[in-house]
């Protein structure tokens, strides 16, 4: 059984960064797809980053290509999201999530809030 947890979240200004982590115990997640989600107020939850913790296949939403970075930290279990150029659009509840290499995301931390004031 993964357990996600997240961290990172705060309040910053409209063009500001932050860095998320989610840290992975419990078990290995070296043969699972890692992705960010987060959602807004009143909004579905929307995919934002995801990547194969073996390396590759990472993809973005469209909405933060360029401005966002996913990566992981095999030694520490971790993975990250560097997110720069903040918008006020970008305030959500981010989430942390992993499955396998195929189906749904079955696992998920609880969440940390991020927003962005203009």
């Known amino acids: 059984q993964v357990q996600l947890v997240e961290s990172g979240g705060g309040l910053v200004q409209a063009g500001g960064s932050l860095r998320l982590s989610c840290a992975a115990s419990?078990?290995?997640?070296?043969?699972?797809?890692m992705a960010w989600f987060r959602q807004a107020p009143g909004k579905e939850r929307e995919f934002v980053a995801g990547l194969a913790w073996k390396g590759g296949n990472i993809d973005y939403a469209d909405s933060v290509k360029g401005r966002f970075t996913i990566s992981r930290d095999d030694v520490k279990n971790t993975l990250y999201l560097q997110m720069n150029s903040l918008k006020p659009e970008d305030t959500a509840v981010y989430y942390c999530?992993?499955?396998?290499?195929?189906?749904?995301?079955?696992?998920w931390g609880q969440g940390t809030q991020v927003t962005i004031s203009s």
């Open positions: 999530a992993a499955r396998s290499l195929v189906g749904e995301y079955v696992y």
């Open positions: 419990g078990g290995t997640v070296r043969n699972y797809r």
